[in-house]
Nanobody, 123 residues
Framework: QVQLVESGGGLVQAGGSLRLACAAS????????VGWFRQAPGKEREFVAA????????DYADSVKGRFTISRDNAENTVYLQMNYLKPEDTAVYFCAATWGIYSKTISRYTYWGQGTQVTVSS
């Protein structure tokens, strides 16, 4: 069992930066791959980024490549999403999720989810 709590969201102007954190509690977090997803009002939840168990493997949605960076600190049971050059279209609730084994872009592969943190980017 893994519990996830996101933090770091807020209101930022276009071009600004935010760093989201996903803090995990529970045993063996270092055996879970983690993904970040987002959901804007009226839209489906979509993949943003994912990171492997070791942290050496990462994947990004095309819309955030070159702007967002996912990382993890297994000693601190935390996964981060550094978001730079934010755009208004990045506005959404951001969720982190954990899956045992290999990371994925597929929502249904993830077993554990946080409650989400709001990111709002003003133009």
């Amino acid at each position: 069992q893994v519990q996830l709590v996101e933090s770091g969201g807020g209101l930022v102007q276009a071009g600004g930066s935010l760093r989201l954190a996903c803090a995990a509690s529970g045993r063996s977090f270092s055996t879970y791959a983690v993904g970040w997803f987002r959901q804007a009002p009226g839209k489906e939840r979509e993949f943003v980024a994912a990171i492997s168990v070791s942290g050496r493997g990462t994947d990004y949605a095309d819309s955030v490549k070159g702007r967002f960076t996912i990382s993890r600190d297994n000693a601190e049971n935390t996964v981060y999403l550094q978001m730079n050059y934010l755009k208004p279209e990045d506005t959404a609730v951001y969720f982190c999720a954990a899956t045992w084994g290999i990371y994925s872009k597929t929502i249904s592969r993830y077993t554990y989810w946080g409650q989400g943190t709001q990111v709002t980017v003003s133009s």
